[in-house]
Nanobody, 126 residues
Framework: QVQLGESGGGLVQAGESLRLFCAAF????????MGWFRQAPGKEREFVAA???????YYADSAKGRFTISRVNAKNTVYLEMNSLKPDDTAVYYC????????????????????WGQGTQVTVSS
């Protein structure tokens, strides 16, 4: 079992920045893929960013150039640095862990991830 806890969300104005944190507990491993997804009101949950065990990163088009995902394995923590925030970034942000290390599918797909956090709210005002 892996438990994930997100923090760092809040209310900011457009153009400002936030840094989200995801702490992993339990059966943690640096071999896991880690991802961030978000869900806005009335919309489906969508991919934001992911990072592989080796540090390769993947971003949604909406996040490229503004968001940065990183991980510190020694701390079992994943970060999402979000800059130049827009009102369209308003959503609940979820951290996810993919523990099936032999999974060969896309980092962009929710199917890759088998543990999820409870989410942290990000609200960007115009």
């Amino acid at each position: 079992q892996v438990q994930l806890g997100e923090s760092g969300g809040g209310l900011v104005q457009a153009g400002e920045s936030l840094r989200l944190f995801c702490a992993a507990f339990g059966r943690t491993s640096r071999s896991y893929a880690m991802g961030w997804f978000r869900q806005a009101p009335g919309k489906e949950r969508e991919f934001v960013a992911a990072i592989s065990w080796s540090g390769s990163t993947y971003y949604a088009d909406s996040a490229k150039g503004r968001f940065t995902i990183s991980r510190v394995n020694a701390k079992n923590t994943v970060y999402l640095e979000m800059n130049s925030l827009k009102p369209d970034d308003t959503a609940v942000y979820y951290c996810a862990a993919g523990t099936q290390t032999q999974y060969s599918g896309s980092y962009y797909s929710q199917e890759r991830y088998d543990y999820w956090g409870q989410g942290t709210q990000v609200t960007v005002s115009s």
